[in-house]
């Protein structure tokens, strides 16, 4: 599967095609991996690791919105296109930081064995989607489950379980621009499905169907069929 993170602004936000892949192939279906992504606004780049190794730096643009949801699970707007994890999909510790971070920080989180969250003061939110959507850092940004998502305690990477999704449910929170600074890393376990033939939302922070808009604010992290 493709990794793809879609934003900027203008009619090609969003043209579904090899121009928004950041790396291709993240790994096989049905085992665990670890993507971390940090974009810097004032330098218009991406940065990709998986597995704690850093293997890609693109340019992109990217503009901020404080109107919106930040959605795990699900892309923005929901129409029958909604761009939801497909079903039996597994996440864990997916946490939100307000800095770029650098490879020896991603490589201490994936590393990291217990749930406690490292950097501390950067972090803006930390999931550990042990039986719970509860932020388990100082800030209380708790999650919201929309449709139930529910936790499996016999397969997860990191303390007692992982959210499962069932290809119609997501985790959502409000955002007022917490989840939209102009530097931020994104670092989770993620073990997919296969994608064949579908493009599927890991997170979104955006406006309306991301397919739809013209104008891409903040963003959406994606996985589509290679």
């Given at each position: 599967d493709d990794l793809d993170f879609i934003t900027g602004t203008g009619t090609n936000a969003w043209s579904n095609n090899a121009a928004d892949s950041i790396y291709p192939n993240i790994g096989n279906a049905n085992a665990w991996v670890h993507l971390a992504f940090g974009i810097s606004k004032s330098a218009s780049s991406v940065v990709v690791y998986v597995n704690g190794i850093l293997k890609t730096t693109i340019a992109r643009t990217y503009a901020n919105n404080t109107d919106n949801p930040l959605r795990i699970g699900a892309g923005g707007g929901f129409t029958a296109a909604d761009l939801f994890l497909k079903a039996g999909t597994l996440m864990d510790n997916f946490r939100f930081y307000n800095k770029v971070l650098s490879a020896a920080e991603i490589a201490t989180i994936v590393?990291?064995?217990?749930?406690?969250?490292?950097?501390?003061?950067?972090?803006?939110?930390?999931y550990n989607f042990d039986g719970n959507a509860n932020d388990s850092s100082a800030n209380n940004n708790h999650l919201s489950s929309i449709n139930s998502v529910a936790y499996n305690t016999s397969d997860c990477q990191v303390g007692i379980s992982s959210a499962v999704f069932k290809g119609f449910n997501y985790f959502q929170i409000n955002n007022d621009g917490r989840f939209s600074p102009n530097n931020f890393t994104i670092a989770f376990w993620i073990k997919p499905v296969s994608s064949a033939g579908t493009t599927q939302s890991i997170a979104s922070c955006t406006p309306g169907t991301a397919v739809h808009q013209a104008v891409q604010h903040d963003f959406v992290l994606c996985t589509e069929d290679a």
């Open positions: 590393a990291d064995t217990t749930p406690e969250p490292y950097y501390s003061n950067f972090l803006v939110a930390s």
